[in-house]
């Protein structure tokens, strides 16, 4: 921080004898030339922040907010576009492109949220067809994945609400939750759906199957559904695996209560014009 600095270092000769720098060296104060970091040949300039307990994706979105307002800019710079990785400026004098490229966790945590959003279709369109194949009907294979859409019902209101609480935010580990959520949750429904399908061919008629399959199967789905969340409380603490614990609990929860709701009524259409007709 000084020169004054170099005045307490001390060195040990062969004599084993503690001599002040200053006896053996001359110091003379010089300036070294300003170090210019480039990247990908484009001279760079880098800004290092740390998020602590939060996570990157919220700061970032407040960050947009903040360069895309015009008082900010001060009319200095033109806002030209925008994407998952940064945005693009313009000097409204000189011309000059200037890009903010927001890498870091930031990158890290898209091209995480990209693979498992991939995944997550993939799995949802292998339980679809697993789905088709079981039951032999397309409509009822997707009346089956709407259990798995309600769930996204309790886990991305909720955990907007768990942020503003208790500051619990939705990370890659919660995205792995998701995935695992499309496997649980269709359970409810195939419940449901099996036992509807079985009175059916005993003669029964749509609406009694309906009425008589919830009232059987619905006990089953919330005792299933509420052993599989009291299972994922026990993670709840884990600082990296609470991301999954939550997202089972919060979309399963909605799950059991919505599926045997809003299920019924979409079996009802799909089925009484097929079983009525026939």
Do not use: C
Not at 128 to 155: D, E, K, P
């Amino acid at each position: 921080s000084s020169l004054q600095t170099l005045d307490r270092v001390m060195l040990t000769n062969t004599a084993w004898q503690r001599i002040p720098l200053s006896e053996i060296a001359t110091i003379i104060p010089d300036q070294l030339a300003p170090v210019r970091y480039s990247d990908d040949k484009v001279q760079t300039v880098y800004l290092y922040g740390e998020m602590a307990n939060n996570s990157v994706i919220y700061p970032i979105i407040g960050l947009y907010s903040i360069f895309k307002d015009a008082d900010f800019r001060e009319g200095k710079f033109n806002f030209q576009d925008s994407d998952f990785y940064g945005f693009d400026l313009k000097h409204s004098l000189t011309n000059e492109h200037l890009r903010i490229n927001i890498g870091g966790e930031r990158e890290l945590t898209m091209d995480t949220f990209r693979d498992m959003g991939l995944a997550m279709i993939i799995a949802f369109l292998a339980i679809y067809i697993m789905m088709v194949i079981q039951f032999g009907r397309f409509g009822l294979g997707g009346v089956i994945m709407i259990s798995f859409l309600l769930g996204f019902f309790g886990v991305f209101p909720w955990y907007a609400l768990l942020y503003l609480l208790q500051g619990e935010y939705f990370s890659a580990t919660s995205m792995i939750g998701v995935i695992a959520l499309a496997g649980i949750v269709v359970g409810n429904a195939i419940l449901l759906i099996e036992y509807v399908m079985i009175l059916l061919k005993r003669g029964n008629t749509v609406k009694m199957s309906l009425i008589h399959a919830w009232r059987i199967r619905m006990k089953p789905i919330l005792i299933t559904s509420l052993t599989t969340i009291l299972g994922a409380t026990t993670i709840l603490g884990d600082p990296v695996w609470s991301g999954v614990a939550w997202a089972i609990i919060l979309g399963l929860t909605a799950s059991a209560i919505l599926t045997t709701i809003v299920l019924p009524i979409f079996l009802y259409e799909g089925l009484v014009e097929q079983y009525e007709k026939e």
